[in-house]
């Protein structure tokens, strides 16, 4: 069965730092793009950090750039997201998204949702930034 498994979500207070994990199951991660994608209470879903397959190419967007960091571990099948000077609008579930890296042309078109959509996703995991 082909799934992705997130986990290391938490209650945080401001400027706290937490680190996600995603896991795939089923499939291995090494010919997949990864994306960190947040969905914020009454907001829509959006991409916050992709990887390229390789792990040498990344994207970030701009509400997080300099504070959270990406990185991938093909052995382990495992993707990572160190998240460091949080804020309570970081709050929301972290959903993480894999997609064949053969679709992908850029990461910043990877943590388009439209590109996404149809890819495999898992389920979330909770984060709440608050005092």
């Known amino acids: 069965q082909v799934q992705l498994v997130e986990s290391g979500g938490n209650v945080v207070q401001p400027g706290g730092s937490l680190t996600l994990s995603c896991t795939a199951t089923?499939?291995?991660?090494?010919?997949?793009?990864i994306g960190w994608f947040r969905q914020a209470p009454e907001k829509e879903r959006e991409g916050i950090s992709c990887?390229?397959?390789?792990?040498?190419?990344?994207f970030y967007a701009d509400s997080v750039k300099g504070r959270f960091t990406i990185s991938r571990d093909n052995a382990k099948n495992t993707v990572l997201l160190r998240m460091d000077s949080l804020k309570p609008e970081d709050t929301g579930v972290y959903s993480c998204?894999?997609?064949?890296?053969?679709?992908?042309?850029?990461?910043?078109?990877?943590?388009?949702?439209?590109?996404?959509?149809?890819?495999?996703w898992g389920q979330g995991t909770q984060v709440t930034v608050s005092a």
């Open positions: 089923g499939f291995t991660l090494d010919y997949y793009a």
């Open positions: 990887m390229d397959r390789a792990g040498g190419v990344t």
């Open positions: 998204v894999a997609e064949h890296s053969a679709l992908i042309r850029t990461m910043e078109q990877m943590c388009d949702l439209k590109t996404v959509s149809s890819g495999s």
